[in-house]
Nanobody, 124 residues
Framework: QVQLVESGGGLVQAGDSLRLSCVAS????????MGWFRQAPGREREFVAT????????YYGDSVKGRFTISKDVTKNTMYLQMNSLKPEDTALYYC?????????????????WGQGTQVTVSS
């Protein structure tokens, strides 16, 4: 059973940085792609970034390009999201997700497994 556990969220001011972590367990993830999504109240789940577990290929949503960086440490089974120059509109519940087919998709329905989420709140 795949488990994904996010951490690192919090309350910050606009312009600050945060690093989210997602620890994955339960499988060998070499064929997987992993992603970050976010969802604000009353809004649809939004693609943030995705990364291949076995290569360096990564893609980003337009709203975070140039500010967020996705990475992973396969020795720790952990994925990260470094978020810089945070804006109030980045406020959301951030989810870690895993796709067992490694499709590097921006569509949330592609992903098989999800964490519980970690809240990020950016004040102006």
């Amino acid at each position: 059973q795949v488990q994904l556990v996010e951490s690192g969220g919090g309350l910050v001011q606009a312009g600050d940085s945060l690093r989210l972590s997602c620890v994955a367990s339960g499988r060998t993830f070499s064929r997987y792609s992993m992603g970050w999504f976010r969802q604000a109240p009353g809004r649809e789940r939004e693609f943030v970034a995705t990364v291949s577990w076995s290569t360096t290929i990564a893609y980003y949503g337009d709203s975070v390009k140039g500010r967020f960086t996705i990475s992973k440490d396969v020795t720790k089974n952990t994925m990260y999201l470094q978020m810089n120059s945070l804006k109030p509109e980045d406020t959301a519940l951030y989810y870690c997700a895993a796709d067992s087919y490694g499709r590097l998709s921006a569509r949330h329905r592609t992903y098989d497994y999800w964490g519980q989420g970690t809240q990020v709140t950016v004040s102006s």
